[in-house]
């Protein structure tokens, strides 16, 4: 059987059990050199063979897993596999193989970097909605995709893979609709011990990050600002289906 498994943001306590059990028997692992921390690896059997994906293609990746069958394999991507995890092109080879497949969803960065801002994404009156996108690169966005055009909701945003452009994208954000004094802030290495996390706006935030070029997102909306207003889930005066209101 082959495993896909989100191996957590970085800190190895961050792995689900269900991926931490499956690493424990494994006989291969394809682990994604570049993002996924290595001390994850010290979980394998002494008898795993660990491969780091960094320096292979699509099919050297599917190639291995086709030539261990029966055995137990792992292939290991950073965060959670379902957000910029390059997973479904394997699965669609593995389908046309007719070899087996479950996927383990694990902790993405976006998790981790809102617990290191200890920020709530979805606020009552200030945003429900996050947007989850990135800059074009070379991989390309969707025209109606382009980040001017998301930037009109003014929604909570949370920017993948788009540090090394940050002032490009805090112009984007800017010319589409957020005022530059919107919060906005950096998580470089969420979950890791060099994480860190620097807070500004839309317009001071390309001078206060521009040393960090890797490995961070970038974090944007009034969910970054001072206290609001409270949830109604919680509040004394609303009823809902697990409790009666008390005011
Ligand atoms: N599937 C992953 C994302 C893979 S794309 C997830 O769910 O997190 C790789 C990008 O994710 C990086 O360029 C960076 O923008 C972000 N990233 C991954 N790990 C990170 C971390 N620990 N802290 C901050 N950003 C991270």
Redesign the pocket.
Known sequence: MIYFI?AG??APDLITLRGARLLSKADLVIYAGS?VNPELLTLCPPTCTCLNSASMTLEQVTDAMQACPGETIVRL?????S???AIREQMEILDRLGLPYEVVP?V???S??AAALRAEYTLPSVSQTVIISRMAGRTPVPEREQIRSLARHRTTMVL????AMLPDLCHELISGGYPPDTPAAV??????PEERVIRGTLSDLPEKAADIR????VLVGDFLSGPGERSRLYDPGFTHAYREATE
């Open positions: 989100g943001p970085g993002l991507h950073t965060g959670d596999p957000l910029y995890g694990g993405s960065s976006m981790a970097a993948f893979l788009s540090i998580v470089y290495k969420a979950s890791w890797k490995t961070a997102l």
